[in-house]
């Protein structure tokens, strides 16, 4: 177990804590792309998700999450923010995050875009000497 600092609950404490899977969810099958990618920061967990329905209305595909780390947070613009918007929430004493996606096609396009930066990853793992 590893020591570092806890940002929700609030107010942030520092304890030993170990990283660990508690339970698992139903998720849209078209937005578990992204909850995975969100999961795999350190400070995130999230919340709630949809993966969006095409016509009319705002079907729009989004991911809701807490972000404890703002450098994590920062990453995530970075790479989202060509696909989706992002709105912040104040809700129950602590910072919440919308990770919602222009539409249906443009959070395909994101998740295209991952799996091509995993791939690139992996393959430049393997050529290490």
């Not at 030993?16 to 995975?36: L, N, P, Q, Y």
């Not at 989004?62 to 920062?74: A, M």
């Not at 918007?85 to 996606?101: A, D, G, K, P, V």
């Not at 443009?106 to 793992?125: E, P, S």
């Amino acid at each position: 177990m590893k020591q570092r600092t806890v940002s929700f609950p609030w107010p942030p404490t520092t304890h030993k804590t170990m990283r660990t899977a508690i339970k698992t969810e139903d998720i849209d099958t078209g937005i578990v792309g992204v909850v995975k990618w969100l999961n795999s920061f350190e400070s995130v967990y999230t919340l709630q998700s949809c993966q969006g329905e095409d016509g009319d209305g705002d079907g729009k595909p989004y991911v809701l999450f807490h972000c404890g780390d703002p450098t994590d947070l920062i990453k995530i613009l970075d790479e989202a923010h060509t696909f989706a918007t992002m709105q912040i929430e104040w809700y129950q004493n602590s910072f919440r995050y919308n990770l919602r996606f222009v539409s249906v096609d443009t959070l395909a396009v994101f998740d295209a875009a991952q799996a091509i930066v995993r791939q690139m990853k992996r393959l430049r793992n393997r050529m290490k000497p």
